[in-house]
């Protein structure tokens, strides 16, 4: 999110504090409006506070939708009792689970994409490829030039690889599903920068959500770092369950790393089993 648009939200967050809605911006199942100290305020007050809850969740959801990829913090007003919603999403999460929405909706929103400069130089979008209640989803960092030609994710020789190790888990490629962090070709093959990965990671969230995979596996550190918030390297935490908003994540090395260390593969080989375990899959008999 640019600044200008960071600006808008914190100042409409800010708004909702001062007039002591506290963390209004949190879903809920029940409304804070039954508080008795809520119900004691005059009519026109309330009137107002909701007003400005709805108009303030209509901008953040707004901001979110271009390219926000996770929510601001703000400070909870302590005067008011507040409905606990600890395993509520935001809205900034909310707005990435639409309920109903599919692959097809989301591509459809996507369209011809111009949000940053990747599209600049790029052949096709790519967006993604597989089934779209794959229990297992592979998330790699974004396009290389074979993918920019055909407009499928991971066909060159990563992608060849990626295969083989798929159907090394008894899997097809149709049977999983395969994304990436961006959807369009970085320049030279370089990893995507951070303003790229803001405007485009909101539809990888939203595909993700559709999908409600039962294992996230992320090759490579751009992907891990994107989905997990971190800027650790990826030997600090491969091989490691995560929970992500319902699904299991785990993150491994690229198939590209491979290619350059093939010692390395047996390392990629024990996470995939992990995988598999998960799944209740056994290897491919040879």
Not at 51 to 71: D, M, N, R
Not at 212 to 239: E, H
């Amino acid at each position: 999110m640019d600044s200008a648009k960071r600006g808008r939200v914190e100042a409409w967050l800010q708004y909702g504090n001062d007039l002591g809605l506290g963390p209004y911006f949190t879903a809920r199942t029940e409304s804070v409006v039954s508080s008795p100290q809520v119900s004691a305020l005059p009519p026109s007050t309330t009137m107002n506070m909701a007003s400005a809850a709805k108009s303030s969740a209509k901008s953040v959801a707004a901001a979110a939708a271009g390219g926000a990829a996770s929510p601001l913090g703000a400070k909870a007003a302590p005067s008011l009792p507040i409905v606990s919603a600890s395993s509520s999403p935001t809205l900034f999460e909310a707005a990435e689970r639409v309920p109903g929405e599919t692959l097809d909706d989301i591509r459809a929103d996507l369209g011809e994409c111009t949000r940053c400069r990747l599209h600049k130089a790029r052949t096709k979008i790519v967006f993604g490829v597989g089934n779209p209640k794959a229990e297992l989803v592979f998330v790699g960092e974004g396009p290389g030039h074979d993918e920019d030609i055909q407009g499928e994710p991971f066909v060159g020789r990563a992608g060849k690889l990626l295969t083989q190790m798929i159907e090394a888990m008894s899997l097809r490629r149709e049977d999983v599903y395969i994304c990436n962090v961006v959807k369009c070709r970085p320049p030279e093959n370089r990893l995507p920068d951070k303003d790229e990965i803001a405007v485009c990671s909101p539809f990888l969230l939203r595909q993700l959500a559709a999908i409600q995979p039962k294992v996230i596996c992320c090759l490579g550190a751009c992907s891990a770092q994107t989905l997990l918030a971190t800027n650790q390297g990826i030997s600090r935490f491969r091989g490691e369950w995560f929970d992500f908003r319902g699904s299991k994540l785990i993150a491994t090395y690229h198939p590209a790393y491979l290619l350059r260390n093939p010692p390395a593969k047996s390392e990629v080989w024990k996470d995939l089993q992990k995988v598999m375990a998960v799944l209740g899959l056994q290897p491919k008999k040879r």
